[in-house]
Antibody, heavy 120, light 107 residues
Framework: QVQLVESGGGVVQPGRSLTLSCAAS????????MHWVRQAPGKGLEWVVV????????YYADSVEGRFTISRDNPKNTLNLQMSSLRPEDTAVYYC?????????????WGQGTLVTVSS | EIVLTQSPATLSVSPGERATLSCRAS??????LAWYQQKPGQAPRLLIY???NRATGIPARFSGSVSGTDFTLSISSLEPEDFAVYYC?????????FGGGTRVEIK
């Protein structure tokens, strides 16, 4: 079955950088777009970014544009999110999610998430 | 960006009763609306896609419908495991957006 496992979360100071990863298994990773979605503590879901199956198309939320960079390594079945200039409002659980197709916007499988805390 | 407004924020229902959740879009999203269920400490799970299609493995008691920009998620007879938070999400435009969620709690 499809498994998505995020890693790389932790506590980081404002203005610093952090990279998250998502390891996929049980799926032909290179055939699907992938997303990051975040959830601040006690809040709702916020979509962050999508990358197409071949990495050629990327769309970002305005709140992270220019600070976050998504990438993927298809041979290694891995999705990454480089986060820089982190702010306290970036504190959230970050989920990676598989797209139903290339970048249809339908999220059919989700990982369990990794917590990022931005605090001095 | 498209704003999705969910109502009510909290719905108190007894097990075995019907629950009806609403999601209104600020502009047309055609049928490109999904519903997700999230239980405490868990990731969201896709329930309904494109307004009325059940995702793989989702019980028939969950159904979705649409009228214009108003979407409805119905749970015909609530089971104990259905008490959770439900989110709607549109995929017609980037950025993808989610509604604020409806918490279904035990009455």
């Amino acid at each position: 079955q499809v498994q998505l496992v995020e890693s790389g979360g932790g506590v980081v100071q404002p203005g610093r950088s952090l990279t998250l990863s998502c390891a996929a298994s049980g799926v032909m990773f290179s055939s699907y777009g992938m997303h990051w979605v975040r959830q601040a503590p006690g809040k709702g879901l916020e979509w962050v970014v999508v990358i197409s199956k071949d990495g050629s198309n990327k769309y970002y939320a305005d709140s992270v544009e220019g600070r976050f960079t998504i990438s993927r390594d298809n041979p290694k079945n891995t999705l990454n999110l480089q986060m820089s200039s982190l702010r306290p409002e970036d504190t959230a659980v970050y989920y990676c999610a598989k797209d139903y197709g290339d970048h249809t916007g339908m999220l059919d499988y989700w990982g369990q998430g990794t917590l990022v805390t931005v605090s001095s | 960006e498209i704003v999705l407004t969910q109502s009510p924020a909290t719905l108190s229902v007894s097990p075995g009763e019907r629950a009806t959740l609403s999601c209104r879009a600020s502009q047309s999203v055609s049928n490109y609306l999904a519903w997700y269920q999230q239980k405490p400490g868990q990731a969201p799970r896709l329930l309904i896609y494109d307004a009325s299609n059940r995702a793989t493995g989702i019980p028939a008691r969950f159904s979705g419908s649409v009228s214009g920009t108003d979407f409805t998620l119905s749970i015909s007879s609530l089971e104990p495991e259905d008490f959770a938070v439900y989110y709607c999400q549109q995929r017609i435009n980037w950025p993808l957006t989610f509604g604020g969620g409806t918490r279904v709690e035990i009455k």
